[in-house]
């Protein structure tokens, strides 16, 4: 038998999914999450495939595809409240729920209510995918008034 025969089997692992990595960002514990999944279908790509997977277990879950993107991109996570979930990868914007699961839009503008507070962002660093929260900012003490005299 040639061992040429055998050169397709070599290839295969140069030719396969070269990174598929997923992380969360647990809302209320492991049941109420966003996960983000990143696929990058061979090592030479510079862009990743994107998908949002919305969760409130044990009511819904649902996976939305996003679409490619860079293998570093930066998807920051608001909350304009209501279990709506707003994500915006440079001057993209989606809106995504965890009532339903089913809601997923790619937004044109800034929604008139706010886009809400900052509650982190899923990144790249070290070439691993993470959620990394926003700092939790204090809250300011009340303006002190001097007492009527």
């Known amino acids: ?6 050169l ?10 070269c990174s598929d990595q997923r992380v ?3 809302i209320e514990g492991s049941n109420h999450a966003l996960s983000l999944i990143r696929e990058q279908r061979f090592f030479w790509d510079k862009t ?3 998908t949002i997977v919305p969760a409130r277990m044990p009511d819904c879950m649902r996976r939305h595809k996003i679409g490619p993107a860079s293998l570093a991109a930066r998807f920051e996570v608001y909350s304009p409240g ?3 979930w ?3 990868q440079g001057n993209l914007m989606y809106v995504v729920e ?10 044109d503008a800034v929604p008139e209510g706010g886009m809400g507070p900052l509650v982190g962002s899923f990144e790249v660093k070290n070439d691993v995918l993470q959620f990394v929260a926003a700092p ?6 009340a303006a002190v008034t001097p007492a009527a005299q």
């Open 8 to 17: 397709p089997l070599l290839l295969l692992p140069v030719l396969s999914a």
């Open 1 to 6: 038998m040639s061992p040429l025969k055998f």
């Open 24 to 26: 969360s960002f647990q």
């Open 48 to 50: 990743a495939v994107y």
């Open 86 to 88: 707003i994500l915006r």
């Open 136 to 141: 939790k900012t204090e809250a300011r003490p």
């Open 98 to 107: 965890t009532r339903t699961c089913e809601g997923f839009a790619k937004l």
């Open 82 to 84: 209501n279990n709506a």
